[in-house]
């Protein structure tokens, strides 16, 4: 599975941005997928993920009940919705994909490069 995030940019808090997540290959539908952000000098964090089938979702404390995360399996795409975005919220945004429910970083197989989040206050 290759990955390919885009959409990210700069806004001012309380704005909104729409990540994008394109998938290649044919197994994207068999895989969870999931957002984490890496700001500088931090570890990079867990934000997001849904699983394969079922589309279950789960979100970190931080980003709970702004941010929004969807999948098209027949697009091989995945979207996350981010509201009322904080400075805090600042960072380059990763897609991942994974064979295992998780928030762990290194249990994901798949990364893409990466798109940055610049939120002004």
């Known amino acids: 599975v290759q990955l390919q995030a885009s959409g990210g940019g700069l806004v001012q808090a309380g704005g909104s941005l729409r990540l994008s997540c394109a998938a290649s290959?044919?197994?994207?539908?068999?895989?969870?997928m999931a957002w984490f952000r890496q700001a500088p000098g931090k570890e990079r964090e867990f934000v997001s993920r849904i699983t394969s089938n079922t589309g279950l979702t789960y979100y970190a404390d931080s980003v709970k009940g702004r941010f929004t995360i969807s999948r098209d399996n027949a697009a091989n795409t995945l979207s996350l919705q981010m509201n009322s975005l904080k400075p805090e919220d600042a960072a380059v945004y990763y897609c991942a994909a994974g064979e295992r429910v998780s928030q762990i970083p290194r249990m994901y197989d798949y990364w893409g490069r990466g798109t940055q989040v610049t939120v002004s206050s």
């Open positions: 290959g044919r197994t994207f539908s068999r895989h969870t």
